[in-house]
């Protein structure tokens, strides 16, 4: 509520007239005597009546002499002679919107003049005009049909000293570097795009006239703009490819015809560059009421030519596509990301300073003095046109095989989907990715389901799909949960420089580890199979970490040891290794179906299990109960609850997983102590009786419920 008060108090001010009222606007240029051609324009251009009081105007008044100028280098010979549409859209230019003191102007506030702000002086720099263009016809290639494109009101750039200031800039090094033409005079002040304001803020009794030395010629979007622009027609072709009509039925409803519909201009998740406004609609306020937004936000665009794209695409694509127009959407997008801002206009000086970063996290950052071939402001921001792409630093690291090959399109979609591009970014920490490609991906039985690829339509950016089958055998998306589970389980955070020697990695996943050997890499389902899986290098000089292309995907096991091992003792079981512990568990009737390990209250625990010799031959001497409440308190002591002994991890050499923890076998109001010890880089258990059993399995088997360990000894806790 506090929000739309605010927004009340400024609309207020805005319709408020000038304290001394001298008649309208049109009195006052008519007096003057050397604003004739200014005056016949507005009459020729429709806007006479708004002028001469009938709304609240601010008007930029340009004289005889420089709107000769203007018509003598534009080609015209007279102001009858321009056409109706481009005399309007100029005049239009010259009109702002309510009422603008020069206070005003030099550090708006839209929430109202009494609402002070420091930080942010000058930056709500842009202002609503009466100039807009007319409809316009584009073919909307998903839909298939014409969008007739609604154009909205351009807005007027004015350039406050206190902009720079807020900025910490120098003004007219960065207000010359997109006006070369025209000298900065805005100190203590303000200019007006390229004018310079030769008289500020003449009251009138319908708003204010400011006199300024030019015709001010209307600027375009940023995507006009660039469109205009020969060397750039490469990366705007590439932003059509997102190009979305949204249909505005405010307009359309305004506006159209009857029956006809009218459009907005989009580019799906990108910047909106084609719409003259950076704000519309969709954040709880119409699109003309969010004044901090419209006036502040601009989309600030760094093109790279299209030379500079070729290159681009012979070093990254050029190997898995014939062209750029092969390329998908998906890694497309990545790349231009990294070529749009939006926030406050950008500054070269700020550029400089690496002060502008992609929503992605990394810097921006290029000469803007000798990388940059062309550059202008428009209507909704600005753009620089680059000799150079800014490669990401996402082509650069472990994910970059992602963003080329076109082998790893699913689990690209996977690891996007997951929200997971901006963890694997830069330098700052490590990784080791292991890639499963999209054959492998779609050979791979996940939570029960095979895997799907949904291409979708081709040409609508999103509409791509990973599936699975529910429950009922139909084709739904994964969810996003269920794809950052399975990329996380192939993401290890630290650098695996060669699959060789036995060691032990964790996962993003909790509880969840990859196990190597000169064999390959092995996830606790593949390693519970039997299997580790060949692990061949990407080559390429990732900045952090290193890539692999794996033959099978590494998902966690989906299975509960406390189910499997009731049947651990018959020929089929893959762990056969503990039959003889099966036996005393179900002896003891601890895996009794519907009450299997419930002793645990659900808990994951490490399971240290004698190998089947040493229960046999400690039966052989009478070291196991036989009754069956001694046999199950017996068996609880090889039981480690996780959760009750507070710890993060299983059990693994080097992990620092060690001390004395209570096992699950109850001593009166407590609960058995077992020490867990590491020596010589090896794991070994101590009973509090003094007893010694060593874990003699190279890795555990892991289940969804817990840790299986293999020890070379039975163990007696005293008790």
Same mark, same amino acid.
């Given at each position: ?80 002679? #321009? ?40 930056? &709500? ?29 351009? +807005?007027?750039?004015?350039?406050? &000293? ?7 800039i120098d003004a007219a090094s960065n207000y010359k570097y997109f006006y070369p033409n025209s000298s900065w005079t805005g100190a203590g002040g303000f200019t007006v ?34 469109? @205009? ?25 305004? &506006? ?8 907005? $201009? ?46 681009? +695409? @012979? ?35 700020? %550029? ?11 810097? %921006? ?45 699913i689990f690209l979609q996977m690891v996007t989907n997951a929200g997971l591009l901006p963890a694997l970014m830069g330098d700052a920490l490590q990784f080791t990715l ?43 998306? #994964? ?39 000169? @064999? ?40 509960? =040891? $406390? ?20 036996? =005393?568990?179900?002896?003891?009737g601890l895996v009794d179906p519907q009450k299997e390990l419930e002793f645990l209250f659900g808990d994951n625990y490490m399971l240290f299990a004698p190998t089947n010799?040493?229960? %046999? ?40 997983? @060690? ?11 407590? +609960? ?48």
């Amino acid at each position: 509520m506090l929000y739309y008060s605010c927004q009340e108090a400024g609309w207020e001010e805005h319709y408020e007239r000038p304290e001394w009222l001298k008649g309208n606007a049109w009195d006052l240029l008519e007096s003057r005597g050397e604003y004739s051609m200014f005056l016949e324009a507005v009459d020729k251009s429709g806007f006479r009546s708004l002028v001469e009081g009938k709304g609240i105007v601010t008007v930029m008044a340009p004289t005889d002499e420089s709107f000769q100028a203007y018509l003598d280098a534009e080609g015209f010979g007279s102001i009858a002679a #321009m056409p109706s549409d481009e005399l309007k859209k100029l005049i239009g230019f010259h009109l702002v919107y309510y009422s603008f003191g020069r206070e005003r102007f030099v550090n708006y506030r839209p929430e109202g003049q009494g609402v002070d702000k420091p930080a942010f002086a000058g930056l &709500y720099y842009k202002h609503r005009t009466k100039s807009r263009d007319t409809i316009s016809v584009e073919y909307d290639l998903v839909a298939q049909k014409e969008r007739k494109i609604f154009h909205k009101e351009r +807005f007027l750039p004015v350039f406050s &000293y206190q902009l720079f200031a807020s900025k910490n800039i120098d003004a007219a090094s960065n207000y010359k570097y997109f006006y070369p033409n025209s000298s900065w005079t805005g100190a203590g002040g303000f200019t007006v795009s390229d004018a310079t304001v030769e008289e500020y803020a003449i009251p009138t009794d319908n708003g204010y006239v400011y006199l300024v030395d030019r015709v001010i010629k209307p600027l375009e979007s940023i995507y006009t703009e660039l469109q @205009q622009e020969e060397d750039y027609s490469d990366f705007i072709a590439i932003y059509d490819k997102f190009a979305t009509y949204w249909y505005d039925v405010e307009t359309s409803r305004e &506006y159209a015809a009857a029956r006809d519909s009218l459009y907005v $201009k989009f580019h799906g998740n990108l910047p909106s560059i084609a719409s003259e406004w950076s704000y519309n609609g969709g954040g709880g306020l119409s699109d003309y009421a969010n004044l901090a937004e419209l006036s502040a936000s601009a989309y600030n665009v760094f093109a790279p030519s299209n030379q500079a794209l070729n290159e681009f +695409f @012979q070093e990254y694509w050029s190997p898995y596509y014939s062209s750029l127009e092969e390329v998908p959407l998906l890694p497309l997008s990545i790349l231009l990301r990294n070529h749009v801002y939006s926030g406050s206009i950008v500054f070269p000086s700020e %550029i400089e300073r690496g002060e502008i970063k992609s929503s992605f996290g990394n810097t %921006i950052q290029f000469d803007p003095q000798s990388e940059v071939a062309a550059r202008g402001l428009g209507v909704n921001g600005v753009y620089y046109g680059l000799t150079e792409v800014i490669v990401p630093d996402l082509f650069q690291g472990v994910v970059g095989p992602l963003l080329v090959n076109p082998d790893y399109q699913i689990f690209l979609q996977m690891v996007t989907n997951a929200g997971l591009l901006p963890a694997l970014m830069g330098d700052a920490l490590q990784f080791t990715l292991f890639i499963p490609s999209n054959e492998v991906i779609l050979n791979t039985l996940y939570h029960g389901s095979d895997i799907f690829w949904n291409e979708g339509n081709l040409l609508m950016f999103g509409d791509e799909y990973v599936e699975i089958e529910n429950s009922e055998g139909i084709r739904v998306p #994964m969810s996003n949960g269920a794809m950052k589970a399975f990329v996380q389980n192939h993401l290890v955070t630290e650098e695996i420089s060669e699959i060789s020697g036995t060691k032990v990695y964790r996962t993003r996943n909790p509880f969840s580890y990859l196990y190597i050997t000169d @064999q390959g890499v092995a996830s606790s389902n593949t390693f519970n199979l039997g299997e580790f899986v060949p692990a061949q290098g990407i080559a390429g000089d990732w900045i952090n970490g290193s890539s692999y292309d794996v033959a099978r995907s590494l998902i966690p096991e989906e299975g509960s =040891l $406390k189910y499997i091992i009731a049947s651990a003792s018959s020929g089929t079981s893959t762990i056969q290794e503990f039959g003889e512990f099966s036996k =005393l568990l179900s002896q003891a009737g601890l895996v009794d179906p519907q009450k299997e390990l419930e002793f645990l209250f659900g808990d994951n625990y490490m399971l240290f299990a004698p190998t089947n010799e040493a229960i %046999i031959a400690a039966k052989e001497a009478g070291l196991i109960p036989e009754d069956k409440e001694e046999l199950e308190a017996y068996l609880r002591y090889y039981f480690v609850p996780i959760s009750s002994n507070s710890l993060n991890d299983y059990a693994f050499p080097g992990m620092e997983v @060690q001390g004395e923890f209570l096992s699950a076998q109850e001593a009166g109001d407590s +609960f058995s102590p077992i020490h867990l010890e590491e020596v010589n880089g090896a794991l070994q258990l101590r009973s509090s009786t003094g007893e010694l059993a060593k874990v003699i399995s190279t890795f555990p088997k892991i289940y969804v419920d817990g840790a299986v360990y293999q020890i070379d000894q039975v163990i007696q806790s005293g008790q």
